[in-house]
């Protein structure tokens, strides 16, 4: 993020502590990490494994699903509407993208 917003937590953070693995994670000895994402200094900071692999269509179902769950979060937490969430979302989504690709592309993180 940056363009000024700064992410934040509702609760005081206490360090880097991780979040609890999903259910189903660990009974399924295929099942690996693909994706960790970090607030640091107000701004959100990721690593993706490069090894993983799939065409740009099946990264898209995966950008599909994070969103989805994300927007379930968001609406639960806000007691927003989901539709109304979904839609500010995909909003804050398209004005983003569009103004990195604008100004030159999307550069690595």
Not at 7 to 13: Q, R
Not at 28 to 46: K, S, T
Not at 93 to 100: E, K
Request: charged residues 25%; negative net charge; aromatic residues 6%.
């Amino acid at each position: 993020m940056d363009d000024g917003r700064k992410i934040t937590a509702t609760a005081k953070p206490t360090g880097a502590e991780a979040l609890p693995t999903p259910p189903g994670v660990e009974a399924d000895p295929a099942a690996f990490e693909i994706l960790r994402l970090w607030v640091a200094n107000g701004r959100l900071a990721m690593n993706l494994r490069a090894d993983v692999e799939g065409e740009a269509e099946d990264f898209g179902i995966l950008l599909a699903d994070l969103f989805s769950h994300a927007c379930f979060k968001y609406s639960k937490r806000s007691g927003r509407p989901l539709m109304e969430c979904r839609e500010g979302m995909l909003l804050g989504f398209l004005q983003h993208t569009h103004t990195r690709i604008r100004c030159g592309g999307v550069s690595e993180h």
